[in-house]
């Protein structure tokens, strides 16, 4: 209990709230998805912000869209402000580090909070009830400890666990299989063409976004007066989720001819860029000051200085940006490429269509043949090309 | 003798910043010039804006008054004709110690055949022989600056620049490259026409400079030149070598002034707030330790980095301190203690602390804190309030060190606390200075 509280926690901390943080922006993504769908003859419906804005968006509301675009954009603002960045200007005392960090995080309600009595009593309570727990589970240790006894080989019950366990695998992996024996080689190679589609979705969503993250990170890192009044803005839009301006992006796109196919890659650009954003801008203000004379000192001229002391400085936060980034627009294909909108159906060719389809009319060999080949792209690709990257990133290009 | 034609000049050049309404002089009406032939020292405590002179000659930043000319020709831009070499290296991390050097050739258009031999060249002579494919993080600090010196020699500048080359790096290292870099320069191996090496460290200006620009801070000024009519190669053990060198020290240390000048004023009063030297208290401790431990009462302060294996910056921010608080006399380079020094030196833990309490009292910054604190309601403050109110007399970041500092001596004496959670100062209550932070906060409301 002591070394949970004083060495384990302490330093999974700041981990721990980042990627909460995604997987809650990765929450909000998928609200409209999650809330209204239907697998086969059956149709499911939780209330919510997301079968609302469903709902408004089946039936082609504009207003109902705007309310709620509105309260899920003040939602999701409020929630950063009151829980988010309080958490993590809470988490800058786990840094582990020597040396301050120049820009500490601020967040004004954890300072308010800090700073009220009331706030200041429920602290010194909850903390006396822990450090009570705390004492005691320590002492209980140390007596278990000194009458601890050999102890006895694994119970019945821990067997039949074993055997039970193994035994649902087995025959879920025999069921799978079956499965997808049943699937035609014709829907496959359907599969097979869907996989390239979205694989090219997904990599033109990546290139939009390098196109234009990294002069505008580069711009802000460089710059510190423009980095002071971008941030938070940057921080706004971030938080935003995607999927609530889905379908008012669909109402101006559809018209066009692809306006599907633009629609999907905007969608998932939008739920990448961020991450790369982010990233860009921290490689870039973590540039040496005095690379940077360097530079200007012997001279180069725009382009080499990008190919010489840029591109290579930014190169590992590029990976890790991308990483996360592709990860994102494969998860976004699903929502992405299937919609239900006004009425009617909208989709294109894709892997992740493919799977809101299986989904949506019950097909299950075919909804567990494109999942499986998803994951297997994800895994195959994380593996053979970002991995390799990662490695070389982390060898020639870190900064020292 | 090469050429006795002016290189550089630097004429009445200033260097302000403005930080809100207030303004902030880093550099205040500097001349000097720069003959083809000199190596020239530019000496001076760390924050006087001797690194900013040096962007400023080199053409990476532009003085907000005054210009500098080089060849009697304004500089507009980036001199092409200078370049430096950076306590940090500067070095590409991605890029080959024959990279490195390689590309400053390349930005210069050679072709690869030409620069290749070119770096080789210059790689061979600083010694880096059999080490051109290694990288950078593969070399030790010593040899990553002759990588440093290497990429800037390889152009060929008429002016080499020299930003505390050798301050990162190993008592040793540096002083082989140093003596190696002389070796360059006396023996005329390479075509520089001219150094101007920034430093702050005394020996290391009066050993490698035909001339040393003594700096000062608050604000940035040249106060003087010091020849040295030293023959290469200087020992430092030399008679003459020790006298250049107390000569420096004596200009440096020991300015005599009156006490409410050598106090200065508290902060948003008239006349100059003086900062407090940036040392912590353990550090101050030694100090005064080591000089009552010394069988003579008066010893001179160039011995002092010596004896304390540091370096002169460091034993002049060290010296000041202690005099601010009246530990120690400087007159004249010579440092001498006082009885209260002595006192100080030879108490106890907890007397300690309350001499330097009472001693601390005096000096107007950490006085004027403490009035704020009592007149404030449960006599705690918050530290942004107070570091913006230094931001008046101040830069920002110089605030945030002097609250830090002043922290630092408050907590030491016991007459401040800091929460660093809530970030918030407060007056330790006489009497409870053993309790506990929130015990004593409570007992104030």
């Excluded at chain 1, 803005?233 to 008012?248: D, E, G, K, N």
Aim: with cysteine.
């Amino acid at each position: 209990m002591l070394r949970l509280t004083t060495i384990e926690l302490p330093f999974a901390a700041i981990g721990l709230i980042w990627n909460s943080m995604m997987s809650w922006a990765g929450g909000w993504f998928f609200l409209m998805a999650a809330e209204i769908f239907t697998v086969g003859q059956r149709d499911f419906r939780l209330p919510g912000l997301g079968a609302y804005l469903s709902e408004a968006a089946s039936a082609g509301d504009l207003r109902a869209i705007g309310y709620g675009v509105t309260s899920l954009v003040l939602l999701v603002v409020i929630l950063d402000q009151l829980v988010w960045r309080p958490l993590l200007s809470w988490a800058d005392r786990f840094k582990v580090e020597f040396v301050e960090s120049a820009e500490p995080q601020r967040s004004w309600f954890y300072d308010a909070l800090m700073a009220s009595r009331v706030f200041a009593w429920v602290r010194a309570h909850v903390h006396g009830c822990l450090e009570s727990i705390e004492v005691r589970t320590q002492n209980y240790g140390r007596v278990a400890n000194e009458t601890k006894t050999v102890s006895a080989a694994p119970g019945v019950s821990a067997w039949m666990l074993r055997v039970g366990l193994s035994g649902g695998l087995i025959y879920g992996t025999v069921r799978a299989a079956i499965m997808l024996a049943g699937v035609p080689a014709a829907v496959w190679g359907h599969i097979a063409l869907a996989s390239g589609a979205t694989l090219l979705r997904v990599m033109a969503s990546l290139v939009l976004a390098l196109a234009w993250t990294v002069p505008l990170g580069v711009a802000i890192g460089f710059n510190q007066r423009l980095a002071r009044w971008c941030q938070p803005l940057v921080q706004i839009a971030a938080s935003i989720p995607a999927t609530a301006l889905f379908p008012v992006f669909l109402l101006a796109i559809l018209r066009f001819a692809h306006g599907m196919n633009v629609a999907a890659i905007l969608l998932m650009l939008m739920g990448t860029q961020w991450y790369l954003l982010f990233n860009v801008l921290a490689g870039a203000s973590a540039i040496p000051q005095d690379l940077k004379y360097t530079t200007a000192l012997l001279d180069m001229g725009r382009f080499e200085r990008w190919r010489t002391l840029i591109l290579p400085a930014l190169f590992p936060y590029l990976v890790t940006g991308a990483i996360t980034s592709t990860g994102g627009a494969w998860n976004a294909s699903i929502v992405a490429e299937y919609s239900t909108f006004a009425g009617r159906t909208v989709q294109t060719m894709g892997l992740g269509a493919l799977i809101s389809h299986a989904t949506a009319e019950g097909a299950y060999p075919l909804l567990l043949a494109s999942t499986l080949t998803m994951i297997l792209i994800v895994t195959l690709v994380n593996g053979l090309v970002w991995r390799p990257l990662y490695r070389l990133a982390e060898e020639r290009f870190r900064m020292e | 003798m090469r050429d006795r034609t002016d290189l550089v000049q630097v004429d009445h050049v200033s260097q302000t910043y403005s930080s809100g309404a207030r303004q902030f002089t880093a550099i205040q009406d500097v001349s000097l010039t720069l003959a083809a032939g000199e190596f020239v020292s530019l000496l001076g405590p760390s924050g006087c804006g001797k690194s900013t002179l040096l962007r400023m000659i080199t053409g990476l930043q532009q003085p907000t008054q005054g210009c500098v000319l080089y060849r009697g020709r304004a500089l507009t831009g980036v001199n092409p004709r200078a370049t430096i070499v950076f306590q940090s290296f500067a070095l590409f991390p991605w890029l080959t110690v024959q990279e490195n050097v390689e590309v400053a050739l390349k930005a210069r258009g050679m072709s690869p055949r030409l620069r290749a031999a070119r770096a080789l060249d210059f790689l061979d002579r600083v010694g880096l022989d059999g080490f051109e494919n290694a990288y950078p993080r593969e070399l030790s600090g010593g040899m990553r600056q002759k990588v440093g010196f290497a990429r800037a020699m390889a152009v060929e500048p008429e002016l080499l620049c020299m930003d505390e080359p050798f301050s990162a790096l190993d008592v040793l290292s540096a002083e082989t490259l140093r003596g190696e870099l002389l070796e360059l320069w006396t023996s005329g191996q390479i075509p520089t026409k001219a150094i101007l090496m920034v430093t702050h460290n005394i020996e290391e200006a009066v050993l490698m400079g035909d001339r040393i620009v003594v700096m000062e801070k608050d604000p940035g000024r040249v106060i003087t030149e010091v020849p040295v009519p030293l023959a290469h190669p200087r020992r430092r053990k030399a008679a003459e070598f020790q006298a250049v060198v107390d000569q420096v020290y004596a200009l440096l240390a020991g300015q005599t002034k009156t006490e409410p000048e050598e106090l200065g004023t508290a902060p948003g009063e008239p006349g100059r707030t003086r900062e407090l030297p940036n040392v912590t208290v353990n550090e101050l401790a030694g100090f005064v330790e080591h000089l009552a431990s010394l069988h003579t009462q008066r010893t001179d302060i160039f011995r002092l980095a010596d004896e304390l294996h540091t370096d002169s910056d460091r034993v002049l921010r060290l010296a000041e301190a202690a005099e601010r608080l009246g530990f120690v006399i400087v007159a004249h380079g010579d440092i001498s203690h006082t009885p209260l020094g002595e006192t100080f030196a030879e108490a106890s833990i907890q007397a300690r602390k309350e001499i330097f309490a009472a001693r601390v009292r005096r000096v107007p910054i950490v006085n004027w804190l403490l009035t704020m604190l009592k007149s404030a309601d449960r006599h705690e403050l918050e530290a942004d309030v107070v570091q913006s109110a230094l931001g008046l007399e101040f830069p920002p970041e110089e605030a945030e060190k002097q609250l830090a500092i002043a922290i630092d001596w408050g907590r030491y004496a016991e007459v401040i606390a800091y929460d660093h959670a809530r970030g918030v100062i407060y007056l330790e209550a006489a009497g409870m200075a053993s309790g506990g932070g929130t015990m004593t906060r409570q007992q104030n409301a």
